[in-house]
């Protein structure tokens, strides 16, 4: 009896190896197909945007706002991305280095702050000026894009996509033009909720030049385009007068905006 449990251990355990492996050469397979499916123009720009986190981090704007510049130099480069959801995610980002240098300036390092010199509600008013360029721009995207297939959203962009394309191999052409379809059907879908995150920075300027019930307005519209953000949520309960809301233990593992 303890021959066959040692035999059956075993036998799991090698199950369970093989199983393992196998999770690891499908996951990189599908990783590797995805990576040699980016349009090679742009793949640079995402490779930038890896480095965001690291700059917010540390709080260094200078970093930030010259890597925002690349990314947006690269996109900007050939006419498909022109007016991208891409360079909706570059203004509100640009935006909210910018509030959150109007708000914490002092706290900041003078050699990490390229906005040492410009009062806060200079800055707050740059900061409105990209996330009005960024609704606008998801507001576009939404129209053009929503409720299209993906053989209909690859007809419709492949005359300006094959524009500047480094390669004149029709197969590859093919792949890159589907993959960029994909994209942007899996962005369509996830425009309410950047489009909520614009309003509540568009919010918090407003509460900060004491335009409560346009931050109201803000926060709600943004609470009515993603239910789940606890930031637009609790800047409305501060608003109203009302307690705060935590996250749950589920919230703090797997945040809603990652």
């Known amino acids: 009896m303890e021959f066959l449990r040692n035999k059956t251990t075993r036998a799991l355990i090698i199950i369970m190896t093989a199983l393992v492996i196998a999770g ?15 349009d090679p123009r742009v793949a640079p ?20 706002f010259a890597l925002l510049d690349s990314v947006e130099n690269i996109y900007k480069a050939y006419p498909h991305y022109n007016n991208s959801f891409e360079l909706g995610v570059v203004c509100n980002n640009r935006a909210a280095a910018l509030i959150t240098i109007a708000l914490f300036s002092d706290s900041i390092r003078a050699d990490y702050n390229p906005w040492t010199d410009l009062p806060p509600d200079s800055i707050m008013t740059r900061a409105e000026f990209y ?16 409720s ?4 209909e959203i690859a007809g419709l962009i492949e ?10 191999d029709n197969d590859s052409l093919l792949m890159y033009l589907e993959a960029r379809a994909k994209e942007i059907i899996t962005a369509v879908g996830e425009t309410d909720r950047r489009l909520s995150v ?6 918090v ?13 803000c926060y709600q519209k943004a609470l009515e385009l993603w239910d789940r953000n606890l930031s637009a949520e609790n800047n409305l309960n501060i608003l109203l007068g009302r307690p705060l809301k935590k996250r749950n233990i589920i919230q703090k593992l797997f945040p809603p905006e990652k």
Do not use: P
């Open 45 to 64: 720009a995402r490779e930038m945007y890896a480095r965001y986190d690291h700059y917010a981090g540390e709080g260094d704007y200078y970093r930030i």
């Open 205 to 217: 300027i407003k509460r900060h030049r004491k335009e409560y019930e346009d931050a109201v307005s």
């Open 159 to 168: 005359e300006d996509f094959r524009k500047g394309m480094l390669t004149d």
């Open 131 to 146: 996330i009005n360029k960024a609704i606008s721009i998801y507001d576009s995207w939404t129209l053009k894009y929503s």
């Open 198 to 203: 614009c309003y509540t920075n568009l919010g």
């Open 148 to 151: 299209k297939s993906r053989e």
């Open 24 to 38: 690891i050469i499908i996951a990189r397979t599908y990783y590797n197909s995805q990576n040699k499916a980016v």
